[in-house]
């Protein structure tokens, strides 16, 4: 009955879309109506939007090749009251050709003296300190030539221990007696070793390194080896010299050290490696997860590659300050609390899930850029790539019941086809300059877009080819530098498949292609007629010069859903194929799996046979989700109606799958904001609550014997879906819970917090907000501080959703959680959206100046603009220059 009941309300909403805008939502009447634009152009609008225009790139040189570093005597003795520290190094050079000067790295730091002895010559003395600020360099000058051979620079230095999680910088916590203390760490990618001492600061100049450090006795001490000795430090009583063990040759951006407070749990890896992660005091326990995933990872990935991991310990390591997720440090891999500790009792199934995705990432690095490291960084993207796919394998592996591989496609397929869709989109592969070039092209293209692609090139080559190139790989350029060419060089020869011409089609040009299908039935043969064209995300690509692909297209029917039953590789911009023994009521399905990277549109005919596969669950789930997003995707971009979306959505009420209700819910949250200009809004949370209703009253609210992982995930999806658009019952539930949870008379489970959290505020005032502020000051664990913060921005009242934005700059947030709560209240609702944004203009020099140009300013403005869609607002955003040296966008 709820069911019919579900159908005959969404069709009621269908109807009056397609009555009001025919056929494709754009009717003038609709926008006469609303005094917007109607929601398929606001789609197509809001996609153009993102079109920015790039600063011009400024002229760069690398450093000079006359001198280069071969071993690194490093001396830091960081002040934790007066946050500086005090430099010597010592390094082993060689002058490749006579000179009277050595250009190095140097950002923030004062030189005091520098000289240099040629091996067995006398010492000279440097006679001026250059500095190049803008591209962060020091010229060394030298009053006579420095002579070609091996000699040792020596270089005394100061700097601060800043506070922008950027170089040496020094990181807040708390003590467990409540006092506010402070420790000194290091965050060096992409180019900020040049930070915490004077260096060759480019990944393919690569050396040893010999580390001390000069440090308060009580304090734990890391870097990248082990300790080899510790002694008192002669002049002062209350510090120790900690002394570590020569490093492999390595790149500088690699190089770590850490100093501060912290208890630890330690194990042993199947071949041998101790393992050891490093918590808050008294929280050693909430690092036995991540201890688990690592010691599991470490052979893991060692027999993948067949080459062993390099070093003799792995440090992981939950800093309180920390901009990124996390770190791959050679040997100390530094991660944010949130992507490390897993409390027993009070983290939730997703922070497992992730915690176990991060440690697979930063130890595949081991190999797979700290072993083997990028020349430059134009090819940071096969770093990332690469990892951001491989984490997926491991997990797959350590955790098989999460169901992995599907949420691959909605985490990062799916999130890559949408960004690289747009006109602002830029290839894989990307030549960089500048430093400050570099911060750019950390983003999905490089993650998201670079792992799909990889996932799809271990697809064509098949896994044991595949390894195979990957052992030879890592074996020809172990401790030394590749660029992309290199590993698809050793892929073609373990395949002989053609990668580098298949895969420069990838990485070298932007975009990716739409795949259009038709079919014809020929006695017992199914004839396929398919093309490709570039797909964007503001319409029918109509440039002159349609790029092509080189695209593997893989078809399955009916028949086997799993098996795939032809491969092609598509290298023009169309071709015909014949599917030998297909009947006539059999449906054909491209991409299997969801593994290529392209969009795909049937003909109406192939897509209404593919229909049954969805409501009788013969479709994969990955499939079923694929399908969807596809044609989600081609309402955003106008090419079909979002009424046959919204048909097609009504098929998936029987959906079991938690990752293909994910991927219904993120979309369905882009339409109802789009919606939120229109007068459709109510109706859509309308046509939320019928499809969710279902498959909440299934689940319920309490986990059921032998329900798992995925079972957890879905209930707090569902549930909070249903919160958050007003369904009466959820929300009468939810309230009950959350006051016997204030009251202390039953806690939530950790996965029903967010949903919880999110409904009663959504639905909440002003006693509603101060109740969820006052268990954030209590909260012990992040998890549960950063659980609140993300949720604070439903808040309806105008007036408490300022006091929201507030809280964000407040001390009692972070300074890398500050971009999430501001991103929480523009994604909630209209209203947050611009007052989010006045609050972004109005605080901009302060936000500037905390971030620098790094990735969580380009975050939050994304976050903060990315729901509106009207020119008024474009025209808006693309304002420059908000404070001087500044550029907004």
């Not at 089609?505 to 039935?521: A, L």
């Amino acid at each position: 009955m709820l069911l019919l009941l579900g159908r005959r309300l969404s069709l009621s909403f269908v109807h009056r879309l397609t009555t009001c805008c025919p056929p494709s939502l754009s009717s003038s009447a609709l926008a006469n109506k609303s005094n917007r634009v109607p929601h398929n152009t606001v789609f197509v609008r809001a996609a153009r939007q993102h079109t920015v225009t790039m600063p011009e790139r400024r002229p760069f040189v690398r450093l000079p090749t006359d001198v280069y570093p071969v071993n690194y005597g490093l001396c830091l003795k960081p002040d934790l009251i007066d946050f500086t520290f005090e430099g010597k190094l010592e390094a082993v050079v060689e002058v490749t050709q006579a000179t009277n000067q050595i250009v190095m790295n140097c950002a923030d730091i004062d030189i005091i003296t520098a000289s240099f002895v040629l091996q067995g010559g006398e010492e000279i003395n440097a006679t001026g300190f250059n500095y190049q600020n803008e591209d962060e360099k020091v010229t060394l000058s030298f009053p006579s030539s420095l002579h070609k051979g091996s000699g040792s620079l020596k270089i005394d230095f100061v700097g601060e221990l800043n506070d922008k999680m950027k170089g040496f910088y020094r990181s807040k916590y708390t003590s467990t007696a409540g006092e506010i203390r402070y420790a000194a760490v290091t965050q060096f990618e992409a180019t900020d070793a040049r930070r915490a001492f004077p260096c060759w600061d480019e990944p393919a100049i690569k050396a040893t390194f010999d580390i001390s450090l000069i440090v308060p006795k009580d304090r734990v001490t890391l870097s990248n080896m082990n300790v080899i000795d510790r002694k008192p430090y002669p002049e002062d009583e209350n510090l120790v010299e900690v002394k570590f063990a020569t490093t492999p040759i390595m790149s500088t951006y690699l190089v770590a050290f850490v100093i501060g407070e912290y208890d630890f749990v330690e194990s042993q890896s199947s071949d041998g490696v101790t393992v050891r992660v490093y918590t808050p005091v008294g929280k050693a326990e909430q690092g036995k997860f991540a201890l688990e995933v690592a010691t599991k990872t470490l052979p893991f990935y060692k027999d993948y590659f067949n080459v062993p991991y390099p070093l003799p310990k792995i440090d992981l390591i939950a800093i309180a300050d920390f901009a990124a997720g996390a770190m791959e440090n050679w040997g100390l891999v530094t991660y944010r609390e949130t992507a490390l500790l897993i409390d027993p009792k009070n983290s939730c199934s997703s922070s497992r899930q992730w915690v176990a995705l991060v440690v697979g990432h930063e130890l595949a690095h081991q190999w797979f850029g700290n072993l083997v490291t990028m020349e430059w960084w134009t090819h940071l993207w096969l770093n990332e790539g690469f990892a951001s796919w491989i984490e997926y394998l491991c997990v797959d592996h350590c955790f098989p019941e999460y169901d992995i591989w599907t949420q691959f496609v909605s985490a990062d397929y799916t999130r890559a086809l949408e960004l690289d869709a747009l006109d602002s989109s830029h290839p894989i592969e990307v030549n960089v300059g500048h430093p400050s070039e570099v911060d750019e092209i950390f983003d999905a293209i490089s993650y998201s877009k670079g792992a799909s692609v990889i996932r799809m090139l271990h697809h064509y080559t098949g896994d044991e080819d595949f390894r195979k190139g990957m052992n030879a790989y890592l074996l020809k350029f172990q401790h030394k530098n590749a660029s992309t060419e290199d590993l698809w060089d050793c892929l073609e020869q373990a395949s002989g498949k053609p990668i580098a011409a298949v895969m420069s089609s990838w990485t070298k040009q932007m975009g990716f292609p739409i795949i259009e299908v038709d079919q014809e039935q020929q006695g017992d043969d199914r004839i396929l007629k398919i093309s490709q064209k570039k797909f964007c995300a503001s319409g029918p690509y109509d440039g002159e010069d349609c790029p092509n692909w080189m695209v593997p297209i893989s078809v399955c029917t009916s028949e086997d859903p799993k098996c795939t039953k032809l491969k092609v590789l598509l290298d023009r911009p169309d071709t015909t194929i014949t599917l030998s023994g297909v009947a006539p009521d059999q449906w054909v399905k491209i991409n299997p799996g969801t593994v290529g990277f392209y969009r795909i549109q049937y003909s109406s005919s192939m897509l209404e046979s593919l229909l049954p596969g969805v409501r009788d669950l013969s479709l994969q789930p990955v499939d079923r989700l694929g399908l969807q997003n596809d044609l989600f995707s081609l309402s955003r971009a106008g090419m079909i109606s979002t009424v046959e979306v919204l048909k097609l959505m009504e098929a998936f009420v029987n959906e079991p799958n938690y990752t293909v209700w994910s991927d219904l819910s993120c979309n369905l949250g882009v339409l109802s904001s789009l919606l939120s200009h229109t007068d459709f809004h109510e109706e859509i949370q309308e046509f939320i609550r019928d499809l969710f209703t279902p498959i909440g009253l299934e689940l319920g609210w309490d986990c059921k014997p032998g329900e798992g992982h995925l079972d957890a995930l879905l209930r707090g999806l569902v549930l909070g879906k249903l919160g958050k658009a007003g369904h009466k019952p959820t929300l009468e539930e939810a309230r009950r819970r959350f006051r016997d949870h204030v009251e202390g008379k039953q806690n939530l489970p950790a996965d029903l917090r967010s949903p919880v959290y999110v409904t009663v505020l959504k639905h909440g005032d002003s006693a509603t907000l101060e109740t969820m502020l006052k268990l954030h000051k209590q909260a012990d664990m992040q998890e549960e501080k950063n659980r609140i913060e993300r949720v604070l921005g439903a808040i309806s009242a105008p007036d408490l959703i300022q006091k929201v934005l507030s809280f964000a700059l407040s001390e009692d947030v972070r300074p890398q959680d500050t971009v999430s709560v501001i991103g929480g209240v523009a994604g909630s609702s209209k209203q947050g959206r611009k007052a989010a944004w006045k609050f972004v203009r109005d605080n901009w020099e302060e936000l500037y100046n905390r971030y620098q140009a790094g990735f969580l300013i380009s975050r939050l403005i994304k976050l903060t603009v990315d729901g509106f869609a009207i020119d008024k607002m474009a025209a808006e955003v693309k304002v420059r220059g908000l404070i001087p040296g500044s550029c907004f966008f």
